[in-house]
Every structure is written in C-alpha cells, then in structure tokens.
C-alpha cells in the first residue's frame, strides 16, 4: 500500500511556543490531505481538510488561526499549532487518499505525532 | 450527516477463541464502511472495507465483516483470535463524492487477548 510519513514523531513544549508537524505522502501525489487529532482514551476527529493549493478547510469547533495548514506540494501537508497550551497535548494524525487506481476511498494513515505540551 | 456507534468499548477475549466487534451507523446517503486496527502510538491500519458489492468482506489477519444495510451494521469478526490481535479498533463511514476521503470514526472499541 502506500506510504505516509510524518515527522516529528514526538514533541514536547513550552507553554506558547508553536509547533509544526509535517505529512508527506512518500510514493504517491496527494492533492488533499486530512489532519485527525486523538485525545487519550477517545476516537479520532477530523481536524481539517488540507488542499494542495488553496487553503484548508477546517471543521466545526477547530480554530483556524490556532491550527495552521499549508500544502506546500503535492507530497507535503504541514501543521502548525500556534502559542500551544497543556490542551493541545494530543495525538495528531495525517491522512491521504491514494490516487483512485490504487484504491477505493479509503485513507492511508501516517505513524502520528505526539504532542506533549508543558 | 452520519455517526458511528461501537457498542463495545472493551472485549476481553481468551486466545483462539472467537471475537465480534460491534459496529453500527447511520446516514441518511449510502456510505463506505471501514475497520482500522491501530497498535499503542502508532497511526491506523486498514483491516478492510466495504464499498459496494458482496455484503461478506475479507479483510487482512483472518477479519472479516458483515454489511448489514437494514440494521445499518458492519459487525467485525474472526473465528480464532491471537495475542497479537491485542490492540483498538476503530469502525469509520464515509461519504462518496466532495466528502471522498473525510472519516467519521466510531468510539473505538479496545480488543485484550488473554492466553
């Protein structure tokens, strides 16, 4: 199947710093990328949609201006959580679409980034 | 818009013994139905999909699951689990068309081989 990477796998913070965490897709183009986050013991949410080219489209409740979104490339979704707080502290996880002649919407998921923020 | 409902939030199960994991949606659109497998720190794994076709799917690891459209279920099972089986399964819907691509995810349901 195909391959998402995300970097870095861990990453602990001050109280107000920003953080950027990066997704890339490692074999295939991916015009649209997903950002879930996973608090502990709780399933996924979806975060955002990140658009090659455009800007991201964010869900209902998430602060745009908190959790920026850029799709440099067709390989590349980076996302940076802005002045972090101990409430960010989350399980953040990319996903991609592979193109449609490798699969049937379904969405291959990077390793995750856990956020730890002091 | 749609939800997904795992009725089991924990499955304790003996080695070898069989397990089915309980998934159950709703959507006013057809929907594509998944189960993803994720380990302790690590992203998510596809255990299989059900897109359109046969209601029977096989999926990876000896899974297979049911689409059930007038009960709206897609119950997980396998006839003979392993230790390694040991980890969280997520159920997850999606929409076709411009929502191609967006998860819904259910609560996750927690899978504990014991030998």
């Known amino acids: 199947g195909a391959v998402v990477s995300q970097h870095p796998s861990r990453v602990i913070c001050k109280s107000g710093t920003s953080v950027k965490i990066e997704c890339r897709s490692l074999?295939?183009?991916?015009?649209?990328m997903f950002w879930y986050r996973q608090f502990p013991k709780q399933s996924l949410m979806l975060m955002a949609t990140s658009n090659e080219g455009s800007k991201a489209t964010y869900e209902q409740g998430v602060e745009k201006d908190k959790f920026l979104i850029n799709h440099a490339s067709l390989t590349l979704s980076t996302l940076t959580v802005t002045s972090a707080h101990p409430e960010d502290s989350s399980f953040y996880i990319c996903s991609a679409p592979p193109p449609r002649d490798r699969g049937g919407n379904e969405q291959f998921f990077g390793p995750g980034t856990r956020l730890t923020v002091l | 818009a749609q939800s997904v409902t795992q009725l089991d939030s924990q499955v304790p199960v003996f080695e070898e013994a069989p397990v089915e994991l309980r998934c159950n949606y709703s959507?006013?659109?057809?929907?594509?139905l998944f189960w993803y497998v994720q380990y302790p720190n690590q992203g998510l794994q596809l255990l299989l999909k059900?897109?359109?076709?046969?209601?029977l799917v096989k999926g990876i690891n000896g899974f297979e699951a049911e689409f059930n459209k007038s009960q709206t279920s897609f119950h997980l099972r396998k006839p003979s689990v392993h230790i390694s089986d040991t980890a969280e399964y997520f159920c997850?819907?999606?929409?076709?068309?411009?929502?191609?691509?967006?998860?819904?995810f259910g609560q996750g349901t927690i899978l504990t081989v014991h030998p």
């Open positions: 997850a819907v999606s929409k076709g068309g411009t929502s191609y691509g967006k998860l819904t």
């Open positions: 059900y897109l359109s076709g046969s209601t």
């Open positions: 074999d295939f183009q991916a015009t649209t």
């Open positions: 959507s006013s659109v057809s929907v594509y």
